[in-house]
Antibody, heavy 120, light 107 residues
Framework: QVQLVQPGAEVKKPGASVKVSCKAS????????IHWVRQAPGQGLEWMGL????????TYAQKFRGRVTMTRDMSTSTVYMELSSLRSEDTAVYYC?????????????WGQGTLVTVSS | DIQMTQSPSSLSASVGDRVTITCRAS??????LAWFQQKPGRAPKSLIY???TLQSGVPSKFSGGGSGTDFTLTISSLQPEDFATYYC?????????FGGGTKVEIK
């Protein structure tokens, strides 16, 4: 079965960077995009961008360009999302989600989320 | 960016009720519309994609409709496990955008 496994939590200081992992299993890693979506406490869902694990190409939301980097490690079927220059407003749960098989822009399976807390 | 507007933002309903949530896009997105269910402390779960196609394993009490700019999600007979927050998302163009959510609560 498709699984996306993420670490539970990270705590970072303002100005630092965080790198969140998303380990995929149960399907062919290179056959589906991976999206990243975040959710601030008590708020809605916000799409950050995606990576195509096959070639490593990325598409980022304008809001995060210059601060976000998405990469992949083919040897471990893991995708990473690094967010730099963290501020308190970046405190949120960060989810990875697999792109759909018939349309990679939609999402079907989601990871359980990683809570990133930015605090001094 | 395409703006997605959901209504209502919250609703109270009883077990067995038929519930409809609407989602409006700021421009034509054809049928590139998905619906997700999220329970507290859990990741979103895919319910419907392509406006009306049920994700595998999702019960048929959920149905979706619409095209262009106006869409609906209907739950035919609300059950206790359906009390959650529902989000629409357009995937017609980047950046992908979500509606603000509709919280379905027990009356």
């Amino acid at each position: 079965q498709v699984q996306l496994v993420q670490p539970g939590a990270e705590v970072k200081k303002p100005g630092a960077s965080v790198k969140v992992s998303c380990k995929a299993s149960g399907y062919t890693f290179t056959s589906s995009y991976i999206h990243w979506v975040r959710q601030a406490p008590g708020q809605g869902l916000e799409w950050m961008g995606l990576i195509n694990p096959s070639g490593g190409s990325t598409t980022y939301a304008q809001k995060f360009r210059g601060r976000v980097t998405m990469t992949r490690d083919m040897s471990t079927s893991t995708v990473y999302m690094e967010l730099s220059s963290l501020r308190s407003e970046d405190t949120a749960v960060y989810y990875c989600a697999r792109g759909g098989e018939n349309n990679p822009s939609r999402s079907d399976y989601w990871g359980q989320g990683t809570l990133v807390t930015v605090s001094s | 960016d395409i703006q997605m507007t959901q209504s209502p933002s919250s609703l109270s309903a009883s077990v067995g009720d038929r519930v409809t949530i609407t989602c409006r896009a700021s421009q034509d997105i054809s049928t590139y519309l998905a619906w997700f269910q999220q329970k507290p402390g859990r990741a979103p779960k895919s319910l419907i994609y392509a406006a009306s196609t049920l994700q595998s394993g999702v019960p048929s009490k959920f149905s979706g409709g619409g095209s262009g700019t106006d869409f609906t999600l209907t739950i035919s007979s609300l059950q206790p496990e359906d009390f959650a927050t529902y989000y629409c998302q357009q995937y017609n163009s980047y950046p992908l955008t979500f509606g603000g959510g509709t919280k379905v609560e027990i009356k």
